[in-house]
């Protein structure tokens, strides 16, 4: 089994302000992780996933990730926010011989001036 | 080279009627998913295709709903008699290996539908 919890719904940050949403795992198998962001009216787009090599993992648009096992956490982060940043941000699992991505709720971050 | 593409991008149906929602993945991609997400709810998987067969059709929700993929290359998702609660956005994804699950899975820009 496999499920993902994102921390937040809506996350407030200010322009040029640190980014973070949080995101915890669960996955009975070696997991794979991936972060998805959907832009107003479209579709999702794939910003970075861990795939069990290195545990920091750098994502387009300035985003990174650091996987640790030992918080079962994913957690997203970008130093600097950009009013363009504004988005809905997707968390997902998929477990080593699944085929399919569980997804957590999503966390909406709003970017203010 | 082109991604994934679905048509329509938006649909407004009344209940009762039927639609149909078009996927064509990425050239190459043998690997075909469907997701949708219902209103203030997370994205749930649906259907998962390699080829033209069924992998794993664990996610849909009852037989109002019949994908298909002829062929194994583009996939129909009907919804027959639509309902309110079908109303939505419906992804639709593919991706290479199924094997090395660090693939990555590639989503299209989604159908919206509204059922009213």
């Known amino acids: 089994a496999q499920s993902v919890t994102q921390l937040g719904s809506h996350v407030s940050v200010s322009e040029g302000a640190l980014v973070l949403l949080r995101c915890n795992y669960s996955?009975?198998?070696?997991?794979?992780l991936f972060w998805y962001v959907q832009y107003p009216n479209q579709g999702l787009q794939l910003l970075l996933k861990?795939?069990?090599?290195?545990?920091l993992v750098k994502g387009i648009n300035g985003f990174e990730a650091e996987f640790k096992k030992s918080e079962t956490s994913f957690h997203l982060t970008k130093p600097s926010a950009h009013m363009s940043d504004a988005a809905e941000y997707f968390c997902?699992?998929?477990?080593?011989?699944?085929?399919?991505?569980?997804f957590g709720k999503g966390t909406m971050l709003l970017v203010s001036p | 080279e082109a991604g994934v593409t679905q048509f329509p991008s938006h649909s407004v149906i009344e209940k009762g009627q039927t639609v149909t929602l078009r996927c064509d993945p990425i050239s190459g991609h043998d690997n075909l998913y469907w997701y949708r997400r219902v209103m203030g709810k997370e994205i749930k998987f649906l259907l998962h295709f390699v080829k033209e067969s069924k992998q794993d059709e664990s996610g849909m929700p009852n037989n109002r709903f019949l994908a298909e993929r002829t062929g194994g290359t583009y996939s129909t998702l009907k919804v027959q008699p639509a309902e309110l609660e079908d109303s939505g956005v419906y992804f639709c994804?593919?991706?290479?290996?199924?094997?090395?699950?660090?693939?990555?899975?590639?989503f299209g820009e989604g159908s919206w539908l509204t059922v009213v």
């Open positions: 997902a699992v998929r477990g080593s011989g699944y085929s399919t991505l569980t």
């Open positions: 861990y795939t069990s090599a290195a545990t």
């Open positions: 996955s009975s198998v070696p997991p794979y």
């Open positions: 994804a593919s991706s290479q290996d199924q094997g090395a699950s660090g693939n990555t899975i590639y």
